[in-house]
């Protein structure tokens, strides 16, 4: 497995993308053809894995099917053959659910496959998916809302401690629809990192909350510092559903890494 043993940085990796084995919307294909038109040292392809433990989740709607996981893995093998080269690689991944109640049983069934990193990534609290839409936040009081992020970040705290995971996805997910004061959290995520930092790990920083509502990265300015602190190694994410998206706002990425004390990513 892919472990990121310093700060960084690691320019020219691209780790977070989805294929339409999952919710993204273009072929694994499509996406390796424009990881190495794009010039991409290191593309990973990390479609989502989600074992729910309990009925009433969505993740049938956009998780891979269980069922395509060995094709899934054979046509990216595939792929490395035909597109690899000394200036191009490509890394199998995928970016998996955390649940306490399973997370043993569904790592161990993972690493029967050659994959190279696994991300770890919170989408649930119970059967809430907290980055679903909008509408499922709407009728929250405030005080159900903190209960979500409580959980939220409790779980981030458990796939923090999980060393099976390269990366941890987009920290600070529950802020995406702009409707909770994230700043409030940010003693929550201060103790995910010290776990992290603890086990090892890293955290990526993920521009897909440029285009969403929160209208900023995941995770915050204040959490990536505090993560310098704790020199924490953090690679740059796209989280992209479409192959155009590769590397979108990679730029901006490395200077607000830079203004978080982060200097090897300077221009």
Known sequence: MIKFTSSGPFKGYSLHNHSNFSDGASTLEEVVAAG?????????????????PYDGTDYREWSMPHEKLDEYVETLLKLKKQYEDEDFSLKLGLEVDFFFENIDSVIKNLKKYPLDYLIGSVHYTGVFSVDYDISVWEPLSEDEKAAVCEQ???????????EDFTFLGHLDLPKKFAVIDNSKYLHCAVEALDIVQQHGGAIELNTSG??????????????????RKRNIPITISA?????????????????????????????
């Open 152 to 162: 939220y970040w409790q779980k981030v705290k458990g796939a923090a401690a999980c």
């Open 210 to 227: 440029w285009f969403k509502p929160c209208k900023e990265p995941y995770p915050s300015l204040s959490i990536l510092q505090e993560a």
């Open 36 to 52: 190495k038109a794009a010039g991409l040292r290191v593309l990973g392809i990390s479609d989502h894995w989600v074992e729910p």
């Open 239 to 267: 989280d992209a559903h479409h192959a155009s998206y590769l590397q979108r706002n990679f730029d901006q990425a490395a200077a607000l890494l830079v203004q978080a004390g982060y200097p090897d990513w300077q221009n």
